[in-house]
C-alpha cells in the first residue's frame, strides 16, 4: 500500500524556520520525482519545489527560491523541506507527490498545516 505521510507542520512566527518531512511506503521511492506543493487557505494547491530521483538537481519557484531547501534521503525514503525566514504568506497546507520517471503515476499525501503569524 503506497503512503506518503508528511509531518512538520505547526505554528510559528514570521521569521522563524521550520523543517517538514514526508515518509514515503509502498513503491520505489529512490526511482520517483519528488516535490512540494503548498495550498493557501481558499486558494489552489501550487508546486513550489521538486527534486530528481538522485537528488542532483533541485529546481524551486521564485518565491521560495532561496528561502526553502529540498532534499531526499533515498536510503530512509524521505523528502524533506527546509523551510527558512518564513513570512504570514507561506500560511498554507504542504503536500508532498511521487512521480513514476514515465509520469504516468502520481501519488500524494494528505498534507501538514503550516501557519505564520505576523
Known amino acids: 500500500q503506497v503512503e506518503l505521510v508528511e509531518t512538520g507542520g505547526a505554528l510559528v512566527q514570521s521569521g522563524e524556520s521550520l523543517r517538514l518531512s514526508c515518509a514515503a511506503s509502498?513503491?520505489?521511492?529512490?526511482?520517483?520525482?519528488m516535490s512540494w506543493y503548498r495550498q493557501p487557505p481558499g486558494g489552489e494547491r501550487d508546486l513550489i519545489a521538486a527534486?530528481?530521483?538522485?537528488?542532483?538537481?533541485?529546481n524551486y519557484v521564485n518565491p521560495v527560491k532561496g528561502r526553502f531547501t529540498i532534499s531526499r534521503d533515498n536510503t530512509k525514503e524521505t523528502l524533506y523541506l527546509q523551510m527558512n525566514s518564513l513570512r504570514p504568506d507561506d500560511t498554507a497546507v504542504y503536500f508532498c507527490?511521487?512521480?513514476?520517471?514515465?509520469?504516468?503515476?502520481?501519488?500524494w499525501g494528505k498534507g501538514t498545516l503550516v501557519i505564520v503569524s505576523s
Open positions: 507527490s511521487a512521480l513514476s520517471d514515465d509520469r504516468q503515476t502520481r501519488y
Open positions: 509502498g513503491f520505489t521511492f529512490r526511482t520517483y520525482l
Open positions: 527534486v530528481t530521483p538522485t537528488g542532483d538537481i533541485a
